[in-house]
């Protein structure tokens, strides 16, 4: 159990530019989270995958932002055109029994 | 909607003091609740869970957490801190239909222990 990966760990980028997050999540959990964390806040729900099926997006999730993850597995969060108001830790959490959801080491995101 | 109501933003106590962090939900049915530990730039951790049963719950690290459902409170303890328990704290609660629904997290509570 290599646990919740995600990749890149930081990114910074320029306004308007798009960026993509990879998170792996622990072998055969079929379920799969993101979350936005900003300084001094808890972290915010995004979306959640119920294997390929994206079941839920907050109202967070605007339409410049969009995850997928289509074979079950991996799954990416992309931001088109950031802004500054992104910069954020980007969270990925995972389960398989619905009982302990497994967090990330977060990737962190600085867009100037 | 589910919420979770972290009062203390900040709390500092000497190495070897108890410590209780308050937490209290707002949830209408049996809630699934949590608390996660996070250190700086790190993502979070696990200490505990209650689903249902004995409304004490034992976590790691020397952990506690009891349930008060009267109170909607969920509110951590630790007998003895140590340096090393310095970080923040976030008290989460399932919200959905089963416990693997997403979780609705407090600001947090930034622990800071006194040498």
């Known amino acids: 159990d290599t646990g919740v990966s995600q990749d890149p760990r930081h990114k910074i980028t320029k306004r308007g530019q798009n960026v993509t997050f990879r998170c792996d999540p622990i072998?055969?959990?079929?379920?799969l989270y993101w979350y936005r964390q900003t300084l001094g806040q808890g972290p915010e729900f995004l979306t959640y995958f119920q294997n390929e099926a994206q079941l839920e997006k907050s109202r967070l999730l605007s339409d410049r932002f969009s995850a997928e993850r289509p074979k079950g597995s991996f799954s990416t969060l992309e931001i088109q055109r950031t802004e500054q108001g992104d910069s954020a830790m980007y969270l990925c959490a995972s389960t398989g029994d619905g009982n302990t959801i497994y967090f990330g080491e977060g990737s962190w995101l600085t867009v100037v | 909607a589910q919420s979770v109501t972290q009062p203390d933003i900040h709390i500092t106590v000497s190495e070897g003091a108890s410590l209780e962090l308050r937490c209290n939900y707002s949830y209408g049915a049996t809630p699934y609740l949590f608390w996660y530990v996070q250190s700086p730039g790190q993502g979070l951790q696990l200490l505990l869970k209650?689903?249902?049963?004995?409304?004490l719950v034992q976590g790691i690290k020397g952990f506690e957490a009891e349930f008060k459902r009267s109170q909607s409170s969920f509110n951590l303890r630790k007998p003895s801190v140590h340096w090393s328990d310095a970080a923040e704290y976030f008290c989460a609660v399932g919200a959905g239909s089963s416990s693997a629904s997403k979780i609705i997290f407090g600001s947090g509570t930034r622990l800071s222990i006194r040498p």
């Open positions: 072998s055969e959990h079929n379920r």
């Open positions: 209650y689903f249902s049963g004995d409304t």
